[in-house]
């Protein structure tokens, strides 16, 4: 069983920044990914990032590009999404993820991020 918090979300203005956090606890040894997806009400969660927790690989939503930068701190258990140049789309319920096996199988609670204009 793994348990997640995330933390950081807020309001910002467009062109600002945010960094959001991800608290890993319990069974987290062991190679598996961690990632982060947004929800808007009504639509579906999308994929926004992902890394790798041993290799550090990362991967990134097109939408997100060049915007944001995922990392992770093996030694606190703490996976980060750095968002810079955020766009009034970015505003979401933004939530972490990892994966047991090749699923996303543990969420957090989500923390919401909202972009004003």
């Known amino acids: 069983q793994v ?6 979300g807020g309001l910002v203005q467009a062109g600002g920044s945010l960094r959001l956090s991800c608290l890993a606890s319990g ?3 062991g190679s598996f990914t961690m990632g982060w997806f947004r929800q808007v009400p009504g639509k579906e969660r999308e994929f926004v990032s992902h890394i790798s927790w041993i290799g550090a690989s990362t991967n990134y939503a097109d939408s997100v590009k060049g915007r944001f930068t ?4 093996i030694s606190k258990n703490l ?5 810079n140049n955020l766009k009034p789309e970015d505003t979401a319920v933004y939530y972490c993820a990892v994966t ?3 699923v996303y199988k543990y969420w957090g609670q989500g ?3 909202t972009v004003s204009s």
């Open 100 to 102: 047991y096996g090749v």
């Open 70 to 73: 995922i990392s992770r701190d």
């Open 111 to 113: 923390t919401q991020v």
């Open 79 to 83: 996976g980060y999404l750095q968002m």
């Open 27 to 29: 069974r987290t040894s």
């Open 3 to 8: 348990q997640l918090v995330e933390s950081g």
